[in-house]
C-alpha cells in the first residue's frame, strides 16, 4: 500500500449521498492540496457514488462488504418476517444481523485492511469543514501523535455506559468515565488500531469482529481511546483537549455559526469542522440550502496550495 501523508476515511451510504458531497465540497474548498480520500459504501450504492464523485480521482471508493463479514447482515427474508410474523421474529434472532450503525463501526475499526500508515482523519458524512486549515494541523509530519478527548461538564453529555462497555471489552478493571473520546475528526494510526483489534481477539479469544458482533453495543471511538491512552500508553502520544467541531442544535444556530466564517488569513482560527447530526430537526432541505450558499460564496477566501 502506498503510504500518504494524511488519509481522509468516510463510511457512507446512499441516503447520505448529499451530505457527503457537501463534506467534498467543503473539502475542495478549504484543504491545502489534494488529499487521498477512502469512502466505504455498501455495494449496492457503489455505481451512485461512482457516478456523484467521477470528476474527483483523490476519492477511492471501499465496498464495505469487502470490510464487513456476512453475519452482520440479515438475511434477505429477515425484514419480511418481522412484517409478517413480528411476534416470531425474535426466534430467528440469529439471523438478524445488526443496524448500519454498527456496521459502520467495523468499518472504521477496519482502517488497517485499506492504510497501511499515517494518519487517518475519520470523517462521517455530517460533517463539514468551515475554514482553511493545514494538513499538519491533523497530524500530518508530527512527531508526535494524538488523541482526541473530551471531558465534558455536563452528565448528559457523558457517555458513561460505553466506556465502561469498553473496558469490559478491553479486559480491563472498572475506571473513570468523565470523559470520552468522540471527536470529528477524529485522528487514528493504522497500527494502533490493529493492535486493539488483537487485543479484542486476546480477550474474547475469537475474532475481533465476532467479538464486537456478540458484543451488541459499542462505541469504536471509546474503544480505540480507552486502549490507546490505557493499554498501549504509546511514549509519542499527545491527548488533546482541544476539540476540532462545533455542534448545531437548530437551524438558527446553524445560519449564525456560518454567519462567523474567519478570515482567509486565520489558519487554525474558529472551529475546524461543523457537525450537523441527521437527528437535530434540521430540514434536509434547508440545510443543504444553506450550506450550499455558504461554499458557493466560500470559493473566494480558499487557502492557496501549499506543501503539508
Not at 474527483?56 to 470490510?67: A, G, I, K, N, S
Not at 472498572?174 to 475528526?185: K, L, N, Q, R, W
Not at 471509546?222 to 502520544?237: N, Q, S
Request: aromatic share 10%; proline share 8%; hydrophobic share 40%.
Amino acid at each position: 500500500m502506498t503510504q500518504h501523508p494524511i488519509t481522509f476515511f468516510s463510511p457512507s451510504y446512499r441516503g447520505d449521498l448529499e451530505r457527503f458531497l457537501l463534506l467534498r465540497r467543503s473539502i475542495r474548498c478549504f484543504a491545502p492540496t489534494t488529499v487521498r480520500h477512502l469512502v466505504a459504501v455498501p455495494s449496492e450504492d457503489a455505481a451512485r457514488f461512482k457516478r456523484a464523485v467521477a470528476d474527483q480521482p483523490e476519492v477511492e471508493l471501499v465496498l464495505q462488504q469487502d470490510l464487513v463479514p456476512r453475519y452482520f447482515y440479515p438475511r434477505r427474508w429477515y425484514p419480511l418476517l418481522k412484517v409478517a410474523l413480528p411476534a416470531q421474529a425474535w426466534r430467528f434472532a440469529a439471523h438478524a444481523g445488526r443496524p448500519g450503525w454498527i456496521t459502520q463501526q467495523i468499518v472504521k475499526l477496519s482502517i488497517p485492511q485499506l492504510v497501511s500508515a499515517g494518519p487517518v482523519a475519520i470523517l462521517d458524512s455530517d460533517v463539514l469543514f468551515l475554514r482553511p486549515f493545514s494538513l499538519k494541523e491533523l497530524g500530518a509530519s508530527n512527531p508526535t501523535r494524538s488523541l482526541m478527548r473530551a471531558e465534558p461538564t455536563d452528565e448528559a453529555s457523558r457517555h458513561r455506559e460505553h466506556m465502561h462497555r469498553a473496558r469490559e471489552l478491553l479486559g480491563l478493571p472498572e475506571g473513570p468515565s468523565d470523559h470520552h473520546y468522540m471527536a470529528c475528526p477524529a485522528i487514528w494510526y493504522p497500527e494502533w488500531v490493529l493492535a486493539l483489534q488483537r487485543q479484542l481477539e486476546l480477550v474474547s479469544g475469537t475474532d475481533w469482529r465476532r467479538a464486537l458482533f456478540d458484543a451488541r453495543t459499542f462505541s469504536e471511538y471509546l474503544l480505540y481511546g480507552v486502549f490507546v491512552e490505557e493499554i498501549l500508553k504509546p511514549a509519542d502520544l499527545r491527548v488533546r483537549l482541544e476539540r476540532f467541531h462545533a455542534g448545531v442544535w437548530s437551524v438558527e444556530d446553524f445560519r449564525d455559526l456560518l454567519a462567523r466564517r474567519p478570515s482567509p488569513s486565520g489558519l487554525g482560527s474558529g472551529p475546524l469542522t461543523l457537525v450537523v447530526q441527521s437527528n437535530l430537526g434540521i430540514p434536509t432541505t434547508e440545510y443543504l440550502r444553506i450550506a450550499e450558499e455558504y461554499f458557493a460564496d466560500g470559493r473566494a477566501i480558499r487557502a492557496e496550495p501549499k506543501p503539508y
